[in-house]
Nanobody
Framework: VQLQASGGGLVQPGGSLRLSCAAS????????MGWYRQAPGKERELVAH???????NYGDSVKGRFTASRDNAKNTVYLQMNSLKPEDTAVYYC???????????????????WGQGTQVTVSS
């Protein structure tokens, strides 16, 4: 399974960006898919993730500014980021917990995957 993220870049404070992440490969279903970020010198933190039932959880620092959405048919998750602040500067990682079927077809297994990360820089 591969996760391909796109959409990062440089934006001024108060601006907006939209990130996309598409999962491909041996996917039976996706339990959870979302975004995490890591700023220099800090631990990776939750930005937003969507569980298979549709519930979305957000990190406290982005509530009201960021909106996550998911296209199950395309195995893709999006992150609309509005009212960006300098403290949103980080590498944003797409993550997913994926259920796959074994090659023999006799069982299913769950694994976690990460995308390559995309840089978001908020600066004037």
């Amino acid at each position: 399974v591969q996760l391909q993220a796109s959409g990062g870049g440089l934006v001024q404070p108060g601006g907006s960006l939209r990130l996309s992440c598409a999962a491909s490969g041996s996917i039976f279903s996706i339990n959870v898919m979302g975004w995490y970020r890591q700023a220099p010198g800090k631990e990776r933190e939750l930005v937003a993730h969507i569980v298979s039932g549709g519930t979305t959880n957000y990190g406290d620092s982005v509530k009201g500014r960021f909106t996550a959405s998911r296209d199950n048919a395309k195995n893709t998750v999006y992150l609309q980021m509005n009212s960006l602040k300098p403290e949103d500067t980080a590498v944003y990682y797409c993550g997913a917990e994926v259920v796959s079927r074994s090659s023999s077809g006799s069982y299913y297994y769950t694994s976690k995957y990460w995308g390559q990360g995309t840089q978001v820089t908020v600066s004037s």
